[in-house]
């Protein structure tokens, strides 16, 4: 098995900005949700 230096790092730092990513995606679904209920409750 050879030791290749800084690809364990690079896949960490791909694994993070997936994650960041992700996340990001959540909290604007989340935002979203929240500003269609806030609509609904303002039609009624």
Known sequence: ML????S???ACYI???????????MVLGMIFFL???NLLIFIY
């Not at 030791?3 to 800084?6: E, I, K």
């Not at 694994?15 to 995606?25: A, H, L, T």
């Open 35 to 37: 500003l269609m209920v």
């Open 3 to 6: 030791y290749q230096p800084g």
């Open 15 to 25: 694994f993070q900005i997936d994650s960041v990513r992700r996340g990001y995606r």
């Open 8 to 10: 364990s790092d690079t």
